[in-house]
């Protein structure tokens, strides 16, 4: 028997984007993706990021496509650093440096 799908909200699949409803929410986001030092999530992050801004908006603003910004900030996805350069600036983030006790 095929299980039934259902609507109620309590059961749906949770959406880190839904939450990104301000500047700080998406500051805090980014930064604890990047804690991770894995490219992989920090890549998801601004993905994430990118659908909670509206992705056909931040694609046109990076002049990507928004199926190949979809691929290249998805978990599995490896974008160049130059799509995640022109993402961070459609999305009016940039990266910043900072010294770690490990120079």
Do not use: C, Q, W
């Amino acid at each position: 028997m095929a299980k039934k799908k259902t609507k109620d909200p309590i059961t749906r699949p949770y959406d880190s984007a839904e939450y990104l409803t301000s500047d700080a929410a998406i500051h805090a986001y980014m930064e604890n993706a990047l804690e991770t030092n894995d490219p992989a999530s920090i890549a998801k992050a601004l993905g994430t990021i990118a659908r909670a801004r509206g992705m056909s908006r931040i694609a046109k603003k990076a002049g990507l496509s928004r199926e190949s910004l979809y691929k290249a900030l998805s978990k599995e996805g490896n974008p160049e650093f130059g799509t995640v350069i022109r993402v961070l600036h459609a999305l009016g983030l940039k990266f910043s440096i900072a010294a770690t006790d490990g120079r």
